[in-house]
């Protein structure tokens, strides 16, 4: 039998929500609006079993991804032994010739990892892809079980449940142990990010100073920060949450102002931690999905834990024949877009448009992937 | 062989006053089997009128120091920020270098070559030159090194010398849509239809005897040695080329790239003297 009693406080949590600041931006035709998160009081309940099987499948899958960055950026073993052809890398525009030969603290690549799961009509959960640059997200859960305690403690004194409190305490950890010596700082673009808040919270709850660009300076080497009172503190780790592009204009994008001019500079020498490091976006790229349980099994000689979806690579003769032959069955996406964008089903499609499609995808097999299409297992009670 | 002494000179005039600057300069001839820097330097100085504000020396003899680093590319820099507020800046490299006269050399930084053979940045083929490649019909029967050669050969003879037509932006395909254009546009064409033809080439930025100004080249990869094609002169690179730097395309080795705070307009004048000694 399932408690009521947080089903009862829905409106108080999403109040509370609401008092708190806890949104998420959205630009939309150029304009910039912030929206609150709608809470839902029904949970969609993981047993222990089950959670634990996830654990280990994501540290699997992440630890994997890890020894890939590594490889790519050193000796690229992977593409030398023809696991993961040469294309897939090279034209891909996650992958950053800046970073060769620049080797993280700790051989770290991918401290925060944002791994979508999904779990279909018959249960089984799958993979559906990896956020390895800038994830966004931990903090949302973290705040809305803060206040379903405090506005349910009924609820939680009856249910034996496995706590995300502990999410700030991991993060402090994994930041402490790539510092090289000096502060943690947490860098955010700024108020009109759409993650702000989640930047604030988290430097609330783990300690680090939260800062923006202009109050992080390169001298000698080093990065400081910039104390109230003009002095400069060394700072050892950062936990970025501005993108590749724009972390640094003298070595990525010129025209960035949020940036630090050689930051990347320092952090080629060794003197400072980025979280995450530059350079991941080849391995959530798209197109490296389909590779990731070929990649568990080449670094870690181990059976992948968790499944991705269904996906073919039209790259190949035998899929793209897979594909032409199930094409109104099967959700094509594009591997250079992200975030929904660039993803059309077969099924949607007219006639005409499909013959464009189907030209597009013989003409440029490596630019999209095929999956399967997935009914997500919704929870009843 | 040639011993050569350069001295690559460069001035930012501002119309303003600039009030911070931070600048990375990749201007320090690498050794290779091909060239040895004997002795080099940079100064790197800011000015306010006829005032000097600060001027700071960089011995780069030895790769490594404070400031000083290496990009993935393998080209070496060194790098700094000046905070006094200045109207003028300049840097001046000057050092003595051997050239040898071997046509190619072995390679370095295996790691990286990848990315030499896939289109990138400025050196992306659009249409016009996909055309145009089609059009040269390259013999099946030539060697890498005789295909790039000819390659050359006939953008030399396809393509026009022009100053002021193009900027450092310009990819390949929008110089040779206008048709004409300087060295650094030669060099992102001839990388274009040399990945076309499946071989693998880079971009070099370097300084020539008597150019007066910084000049860029391309590299091919052929039978495991690195090739110098100097398609502005259609020519094979000599013991007059000295070599600073090297990249997919000309953003990779700028050799100097800076973000300011203030400024107005600027001008830039650059001086090159490469002299045999």
């Known amino acids: 039998m399932y408690d009521l009693d947080l089903l009862e406080h829905t409106d108080t949590v999403n109040e509370l929500l609401a008092r ?5 931006g959205i630009y939309k035709n150029n304009t910039f609006k912030e929206q609150l998160f709608p809470f839902d009081a029904i949970p969609r309940v993981i047993e222990k079993q089950e959670f634990d099987y996830l654990e280990r499948g994501l540290k699997q899958r992440v630890v994997a991804l890890n020894l890939f960055l590594k490889d790519i950026y050193s000796d690229k073993k992977i593409v030398k032994d023809g696991v993961v052809p040469e294309d897939f890398i090279f034209a891909s525009s996650g992958y950053l010739a800046e970073c060769e030969r620049v080797t993280p603290p700790k051989d770290i690549y991918s401290h925060i990892s944002g791994i979508d799961l999904v779990q279909s009509k018959d249960k089984s959960w799958y993979v559906l892809e990896d956020n390895l640059r800038v994830p966004s997200g931990a903090s949302y859960p973290m705040i809305a079980r803060e206040l379903c305690r405090r506005s349910s403690p009924l609820t939680f004194r009856n249910i034996k449940l496995e706590d995300n409190r502990n999410y700030a305490k991991l993060l402090r950890r994994a930041m402490n142990h790539v510092n090289v010596g000096g502060h943690t700082v947490i860098l955010t673009p700024g108020r009109y ?36 009172d003009g002095r400069l503190e060394r700072v050892g780790a950062v936990y970025r949450r501005i993108s590749d592009e724009y972390l640094d204009p003298m070595n990525f994008n010129p025209e960035s102002v949020i940036g630090i001019p050689h930051i990347y500079d320092v952090y080629r020498k060794g003197n400072v931690a980025l979280l995450n490091a530059p350079g991941n976006g080849i391995a959530d790229d798209k197109g490296i999905y389909y590779f990731v349980p070929k990649m568990i099994r080449y670094y870690l000689g181990e059976e992948p834990i968790l499944q991705n979806a269904p996906t073919y690579l039209p790259f190949y003769e035998e899929d793209m024949r897979y594909v032409l032959e199930h094409f109104d069955t099967l959700v094509l996406k594009d591997v250079a877009e992200a975030g929904g964008y660039g993803v059309v089903f077969g099924s949607s499609m007219t006639k005409e448009q499909k013959e464009n499609f189907i030209a597009l995808l013989k003409r440029e097999p490596r630019r999209f992937i095929a999956q399967e299409v997935i009914d997500f297992w919704i929870s009843t009670f | 062989m040639r011993r050569l002494r350069f001295d690559y000179s460069m001035e930012i005039a501002y119309t303003e006053p600039v009030e911070e600057c931070h600048y990375t300069i990749k201007c320090i001839p690498p050794h290779t089997a091909r060239q040895c820097m004997e002795k080099a330097q940079i100064v790197i100085r800011s000015c306010r009128g006829e005032h000097t504000m600060t001027e700071e020396i960089f011995p780069v003899e030895e790769a490594d120091g404070p400031c000083k680093g290496t ?9 700094g920020k000046v905070s006094s507020v200045h109207d003028r800046f300049l840097f001046r490299a000057t050092g003595l270098v051997t050239v040898g006269s071997a046509d190619s050399e072995t390679m370095d930084r295996e790691g990286i070559l990848p990315v030499y053979r896939h289109p990138y940045g400025l050196n992306l083929p659009g249409e016009g030159l996909k055309a145009y490649f089609a059009s040269l019909r390259l013999s099946e029967e030539m060697s890498d090194y005789e295909k790039s050669v000819e390659l050359m050969h006939r953008l030399y003879r396809d393509f026009s010398y022009g100053k002021d037509v193009t900027d450092v932006t310009t990819t390949a395909e929008e110089a040779w849509q206008l048709g004409k254009g300087v060295c650094q546009d030669y060099a ?8 076309m033809a499946g071989i693998p080439a880079r971009y070099v930025a370097g300084m020539l005897v008597g150019e007066g100004y910084s000049h860029a080249w391309v590299e091919v990869l052929c039978q495991g040695r690195w090739y110098a094609l100097d398609p502005t002169n259609d020519m094979l690179v000599t013991d007059a080329h000295i070599k600073l730097g090297v990249g997919r395309h000309a953003a990779d080795c700028m050799i100097n790239r800076g973000v300011i705070c203030g400024g107005g307009s600027q001008r830039q004048t650059v001086n090159v003297i490469v002299t045999p000694v």
Do not use: P
């Open chain 1, 20 to 24: 708190y600041g806890v949104k998420f």
């Open chain 1, 193 to 228: 990010n759409a993650a702000y808040f989640e930047h604030s919270y988290l430097a609330e709850q783990t300690g680090a100073h939260l800062v923006n660009g202009s109050e992080l300076v390169v001298k000698d080497d080093k990065l400081y920060y910039v104390t109230y």
């Open chain 2, 71 to 79: 990009d993935s590319f393998g080209n070496r820099f060194v790098y």
């Open chain 2, 188 to 195: 992102h064409i001839l990388i274009a239809l040399c990945h």
